[in-house]
C-alpha cells in the first residue's frame, strides 16, 4: 500500500478511534467498571454483606426448617419461590419469595389491562438469607436492591428500562470497533514491528501508556465487546444457534417463567416432594409449583454437568426423571466466557483486567486529546501573532 494511502486511511481510522472513545467515554467507565467488580460477585458480597455469610455449618436439617424460617422472615403476602443450596462450603441458604400478583386476589380480573392487570416484567423477590446449620435467618433483603444489583443494573442496561440492553450492545459493538482501528493506530507505520512495543513512542506519558497497554489489553476487550454485543441482542445471534430451543424463542419463555407466582397451598409438603424424587446427591436448588407449571422442581448438583433436575407433580406426586445434559449453546458459551463463570482464575483475572484496563484507556485518551486540543491552540496562537506583527523598518 502507497505510503500517503497508509497514511490518508491513519487519519480516518484516528478520527473513528478518538471519537468512539470521546462520545462514549461517558458510558464506557462505568461499563467497564462494573463488569470488573462483577467478576467476583460473590466475593464482594462477602466483604459488603459478611453478615449473610456468619454460617455455623453445612446443611443438615430438612427443608421444612428452611422453609419455616424463611416464611417467618417474609411478609404475611409473600410466597416462597425456591431455596436455593450452597455451591460451596461454607455459604448460606437462600430463600426467595414473591409477592402475590393482582390476579392472586380476590376480584382481580384475570386478562387484560386496567387496575387489576398484573404488572409487566418479572417481579420483585425477597431474598432470606439462612445459616444452613441452625436454621437461623441471617439477613432479609430486597432482591433489586444493594450495590452487587445496582452493579448488575448498570452493567446489563445502564438502569434504562426499555433500551438500557440495546444502548449497551451498541457501546459493544462500538467498543469492539475501537479496539480494531486501535490496532490499525498501534501497528508501526514503518520500519519492523518491534517499534511498537516501545515505551517512549511519543512524549507524553499518558500517550505512552495509551499505547502500551492499549495493545496488551487488546484481545481480551475485542472478547468481552464481542459477547457483550452477542448478549444484548439475542434475536439477531440467535440466528447462529445449531438448533432452536424447545418450546420457543428463549427470552420470552425466561420472561414468562419469572413471572409465575407460587400455588398458595400446595398439597405436597417441600420434605414429601423431596423425598419423592428420590435424592441421589447434593441438593441444589427446590422450586415450589407455580400456577404455569404445577410441579415441584428439585435439582440435585452433578460434577462436572449442570444440576439434575427432577419434576414431582404436586397434585399426583408423579416423578418426572432429568434430561440428560444438553449441549451447550453458544448464548450459553458466550455468557460464559463473559462473565468467567466456571472458567478459572485466570479466564477470570483476564475478564477483570479487561475491565479495568479500558476504563484507563479511556482517561489516558481524553487527556491525549485535551493535551492536543492545548497544543494546537498554542500554535494557533502564534502564527495569528505572527500574522499581526508589524514588519521591521529598515533603518535610514
Given at each position: 500500500m502507497r505510503q500517503s494511502t497508509t497514511l490518508r486511511l491513519r487519519g480516518w481510522w484516528l478520527q473513528v478511534h478518538k471519537w468512539i472513545g470521546l462520545i462514549l467515554a461517558i458510558l464506557i467507565i462505568p461499563l467497564c467498571v462494573s463488569g470488573a467488580a462483577l467478576v467476583w460477585d460473590g466475593a464482594l458480597d462477602k466483604v459488603i454483606n459478611p453478615g449473610r455469610y456468619a454460617v455455623t455449618g453445612a446443611p443438615g436439617l430438612p427443608p421444612s426448617a428452611y422453609e419455616a424460617a424463611a416464611r417467618a422472615a417474609i411478609g404475611a403476602d409473600e410466597r416462597l419461590v425456591s431455596i436455593r443450596?450452597?455451591?460451596e462450603e461454607g455459604g448460606p441458604i437462600v430463600a426467595s419469595a414473591a409477592k402475590a400478583g393482582p390476579r392472586d386476589r380476590p376480584g382481580a380480573r384475570r386478562g387484560g389491562g386496567g387496575d387489576g392487570a398484573a404488572p409487566a416484567g418479572p417481579p420483585r423477590?425477597?431474598?432470606?438469607w439462612i445459616d444452613p446449620g441452625s436454621g437461623r435467618v441471617l439477613d432479609v433483603a430486597d432482591s433489586n436492591s444493594g450495590l452487587i444489583r445496582v452493579l448488575h443494573r448498570i452493567h446489563g442496561s445502564f438502569m434504562v428500562p426499555g433500551w438500557g440492553r440495546t444502548i449497551v450492545g451498541v457501546v459493544g459493538v462500538a467498543m469492539l470497533l475501537s479496539?480494531?482501528?486501535?490496532?490499525?493506530?498501534?501497528?508501526?507505520?514503518?520500519?519492523?514491528?518491534?517499534?511498537?512495543?516501545?515505551?517512549?513512542?511519543?512524549?507524553?506519558?499518558?500517550?505512552?501508556?495509551?499505547?502500551?497497554?492499549g495493545f496488551w489489553i487488546l484481545l481480551p476487550l475485542a472478547m468481552l465487546s464481542f459477547t457483550g454485543a452477542w448478549i444484548s441482542f439475542p434475536q439477531f445471534f440467535?440466528?447462529?444457534?445449531?438448533?432452536?430451543?424447545?418450546?420457543?424463542?428463549?427470552?420470552?419463555?425466561?420472561?414468562?417463567?419469572a413471572r409465575a407466582r407460587p400455588l398458595e397451598s400446595p398439597r405436597l409438603t417441600v420434605d414429601a416432594a423431596l423425598a419423592a424424587a428420590h435424592p441421589d446427591g447434593a441438593l441444589a436448588t427446590i422450586a415450589w409449583p407455580t400456577d404455569q407449571s404445577p410441579r415441584w422442581r428439585i435439582a440435585f448438583a452433578r460434577d462436572d454437568?449442570?444440576?439434575?433436575?427432577?419434576?414431582?407433580?404436586?397434585?399426583?406426586?408423579?416423578?418426572?426423571?432429568?434430561?440428560?445434559p444438553r449441549p451447550e449453546t453458544n448464548a450459553r458459551l458466550m455468557r460464559r466466557w463473559h462473565d468467567g463463570t466456571g472458567m478459572g482464575p485466570v479466564w477470570q483475572t483476564l475478564i477483570f483486567l479487561g475491565g479495568v484496563i479500558p476504563a484507563a484507556l479511556a482517561v489516558t485518551g481524553i487527556i491525549m486529546w485535551l493535551?492536543?486540543?492545548?497544543?494546537?491552540?498554542k500554535l494557533k496562537s502564534r502564527r495569528r501573532t505572527a500574522k499581526v506583527r508589524p514588519a521591521v523598518q529598515p533603518a535610514e
Open positions: 443450596y450452597p455451591g423477590r425477597t431474598n432470606v479496539c480494531l482501528t486501535g490496532l490499525w493506530l498501534w501497528w508501526p507505520v514503518a520500519g519492523s514491528v518491534r517499534r511498537g512495543f516501545r515505551w517512549r513512542r511519543q512524549n507524553s506519558t499518558s500517550a505512552n501508556l495509551h499505547h502500551l497497554i440467535g440466528r447462529f444457534e445449531a438448533a432452536a430451543p424447545r418450546g420457543g424463542d428463549g427470552p420470552p419463555d425466561r420472561a414468562r417463567a454437568a449442570p444440576p439434575a433436575e427432577y419434576g414431582v407433580d404436586d397434585a399426583t406426586g408423579e416423578v418426572t426423571p432429568p434430561r440428560p493535551r492536543n486540543r492545548g497544543w494546537r491552540a
